[in-house]
């Protein structure tokens, strides 16, 4: 599977920006989708995930009530939807893809990553 994650970008605290991860290569809906972000300095941390046929999904602590994670099989895209971004989102923002959606980094395919920049 490849993916490639795309949509981010500069935003003012309180903004929005919706991230899109497309895959090919194989058919998305057999996979579990996560997103996870990096700041400078720090780890790869979880996001947000969702299972293969898009009923259940998980979040961290951090994003919940501001974060939703979506997909379109159809289209073979999933997103990241994002309101009431923070200083503290800026990261760079990348998608994952496994047989099972988790909330840890045992994703066996990655994308690129596409940076998210929230001024305040």
């Known amino acids: 599977v490849q993916l490639q994650a795309s949509g981010g970008g500069l935003v003012q605290a309180g903004g929005s920006l919706r991230l899109s991860c497309a895959a090919s290569?194989?058919?998305?809906?057999?996979?579990?989708m996560g997103w996870f972000r990096q700041a400078p300095g720090k780890e790869r941390v979880f996001v947000a995930a969702i299972s293969g046929s898009g009923e259940s999904t998980t979040y961290a602590d951090s994003v919940k009530g501001r974060f939703t994670i979506s997909r379109d099989n159809a289209k073979n895209t999933a997103y990241l939807q994002m309101i009431s971004l923070k200083p503290e989102d800026t990261a760079v923002y990348y998608c994952a893809a496994d047989r099972q959606y988790r909330a840890d980094r045992r994703y066996a395919y990655w994308g690129q990553g596409t940076l998210v920049t929230v001024s305040s």
């Open positions: 290569g194989r058919t998305l809906s057999m996979y579990g």
